[in-house]
């Protein structure tokens, strides 16, 4: 078991896991793949019947390693998933009709990084050659509009996008991982802080995606229901013109490049005035009312 009401260090949410698949016929672990400095990159899956091939609910969380509300979030969300099945109907529905497969934390060094050095560090911690600074965006590192606009080829930027696209040990990880699964994932979804948004596909470009309308009538079931959780606001829509422009991001290949429609990135709280360092007591209330939109969206689509 863990507190889900307080931040963990990465050693902890991998015991976490651990503890649970050992324990839970539910849960299953996967190690699927190693970072940058040799640490484990974990997937949880959580199914009622492994062998039945059903559609996936689909979630990469803390690629950006500051942003510890997301997976604080997806750790609250496999707890209550887990401890609500054959009790919670609605939970034991969802459950019945998807595999639910999370990251917990997609950038292990840089969240490690982030809680032993730097609490404000974003990116991976890959040695760039030739320069003193460290690390690449992971989410700049994918194929979809690689290199481009919203994105940078100096090593010292946050949002470095590094030498090509999946240079890096952890995008490659999430791309094995969600090509393994081509063809299963009904909604794919990235977990990112802050500013209280769900968007959608584009990011590269300000240009809309041909399914705009129904990505736009499942991030609006969401968002309703997130928003009636305790009112906090929300928008939603593309990335490219909710937001602003960013290349190589993971929510553009899981939607381009892997054919799943619903793939999302959300925002979780807050809209600024902590920042990445949201407190512990908002854990709670930001994912409930996050798994209520969540929820909503998956029985909308
Ligand atoms: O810039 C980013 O990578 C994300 N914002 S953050 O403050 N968490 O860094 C936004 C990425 C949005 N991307 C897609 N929806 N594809
Ligand atoms: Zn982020």
Same mark, same amino acid.
């Given at each position: 078991a863990i507190d889900v009401e307080n931040y963990h260090t990465y050693e902890e949410i991998m015991a976490y896991l651990a503890d649970l698949a050992s324990t839970n016929p539910l849960v299953s672990t996967l190690v699927a793949g190693t970072s940058v400095e040799g640490r484990q990159i974990v997937q949880a899956t959580i199914s009622? !019947? $492994? +062998?039945?091939n059903k559609p996936i609910a689909w979630f990469d969380c803390n690629?950006?390693? $500051?942003?510890?509300i997301t997976a604080a979030t997806c750790v609250w969300i496999i707890d209550t998933i887990t401890s609500g099945y054959g009790t919670d109907a609605e939970i034991t529905a969802l459950v019945d009709q998807y595999d639910w497969k999370f990251v917990?934390?997609? /950038?292990p060094d840089g969240y490690a990084y982030s809680w032993s050095n730097d609490r404000l560090w974003r990116k991976n911690r890959a040695i760039n050659s030739g320069s003193a600074c460290v690390g690449v965006d992971l989410n700049r590192n994918f194929p979809s509009g690689f290199g481009g606009e919203g994105s940078s080829n100096l090593p010292c930027s946050e949002t470095h996008h590094g030498v090509s696209a999946l240079s890096e040990p952890e995008s490659q990880t999430l791309d094995a991982l969600i090509a393994a699964d081509r063809g299963r994932v009904k909604a794919a979804i990235s977990m990112h802080s802050y500013s209280q948004l769900w968007l959608s596909s584009y990011s590269y470009s300000s240009a809309l995606p041909v399914e705009y309308p129904e990505m736009m009538n499942a991030m609006k079931a969401g968002v309703d229901a997130l928003v009636a959780t305790y009112g906090t606001p929300y928008e939603y829509g593309s990335t490219g013109t909710v937001l602003y422009i960013a290349s190589g991001t993971t929510t553009d290949h899981y939607y381009? /490049?892997?054919?799943?429609?619903h793939s999302y990135t959300i925002e979780l709280r !807050?809209?600024? $005035?902590?920042?990445?360092?949201?407190?512990? +007591?908002q854990i709670v209330p930001t994912a409930t009312k996050t798994w209520n939109g969540i929820k909503a969206f998956m029985n909308a689509i």
């Amino acid at each position: 078991a863990i507190d889900v009401e307080n931040y963990h260090t990465y050693e902890e949410i991998m015991a976490y896991l651990a503890d649970l698949a050992s324990t839970n016929p539910l849960v299953s672990t996967l190690v699927a793949g190693t970072s940058v400095e040799g640490r484990q990159i974990v997937q949880a899956t959580i199914s009622s !019947d $492994r +062998s039945a091939n059903k559609p996936i609910a689909w979630f990469d969380c803390n690629i950006h390693a $500051r942003e510890w509300i997301t997976a604080a979030t997806c750790v609250w969300i496999i707890d209550t998933i887990t401890s609500g099945y054959g009790t919670d109907a609605e939970i034991t529905a969802l459950v019945d009709q998807y595999d639910w497969k999370f990251v917990p934390v997609a /950038n292990p060094d840089g969240y490690a990084y982030s809680w032993s050095n730097d609490r404000l560090w974003r990116k991976n911690r890959a040695i760039n050659s030739g320069s003193a600074c460290v690390g690449v965006d992971l989410n700049r590192n994918f194929p979809s509009g690689f290199g481009g606009e919203g994105s940078s080829n100096l090593p010292c930027s946050e949002t470095h996008h590094g030498v090509s696209a999946l240079s890096e040990p952890e995008s490659q990880t999430l791309d094995a991982l969600i090509a393994a699964d081509r063809g299963r994932v009904k909604a794919a979804i990235s977990m990112h802080s802050y500013s209280q948004l769900w968007l959608s596909s584009y990011s590269y470009s300000s240009a809309l995606p041909v399914e705009y309308p129904e990505m736009m009538n499942a991030m609006k079931a969401g968002v309703d229901a997130l928003v009636a959780t305790y009112g906090t606001p929300y928008e939603y829509g593309s990335t490219g013109t909710v937001l602003y422009i960013a290349s190589g991001t993971t929510t553009d290949h899981y939607y381009e /490049n892997e054919g799943v429609v619903h793939s999302y990135t959300i925002e979780l709280r !807050d809209k600024g $005035r902590y920042g990445f360092q949201l407190p512990a +007591s908002q854990i709670v209330p930001t994912a409930t009312k996050t798994w209520n939109g969540i929820k909503a969206f998956m029985n909308a689509i």
